[in-house]
Nanobody
Framework: EVQLQASGGGLVQAGGSLRLSCAASGFTFDDYAIGWFRQAPGKEREGVSCISMSESSTYYADSVKGRFTISSDNAKNTVYLQMNSLKPEDTAVYYC??????????????WGKGTLVTVSS
């Protein structure tokens, strides 16, 4: 059974930092990619970042470049999203998802439940 467990969300002030974690199980971690997505009220879901363990590549949305860093701990089957210099516009439910590679044409195959990030001004 594929499981993706996102955690680490919370309430922070603008300019603060949070680290999100995505613990994965049920698939061969090193052969997959894991991405972070977010959805704010009234807005479409957007891709934030992705790391491909199979291709050794990363992706960042323009809105978070220079502020967010994605990384993996393969021994723990866990992907992290370090979020610095947070802005109110970053407020959203953050989801992690997995597939064979970043940019899967019809979206990621496996999804976990989201974790809420709220950034106050």
């Amino acid at each position: 059974e594929v499981q993706l467990q996102a955690s680490g969300g919370g309430l922070v002030q603008a300019g603060g930092s949070l680290r999100l974690s995505c613990a994965a199980s049920g698939f061969t971690f090193d052969d997959y990619a894991i991405g972070w997505f977010r959805q704010a009220p009234g807005k479409e879901r957007e891709g934030v970042s992705c790391i491909s363990m199979s291709e050794s590549s990363t992706y960042y949305a323009d809105s978070v470049k220079g502020r967010f860093t994605i990384s993996s701990d393969n021994a723990k089957n866990t992907v992290y999203l370090q979020m610095n210099s947070l802005k109110p516009e970053d407020t959203a439910v953050y989801y992690c998802a997995a597939d064979r590679y970043c940019g899967a044409p019809y979206g990621m195959k496996y999804w976990g439940k989201g974790t809420l990030v709220t950034v106050s001004s």
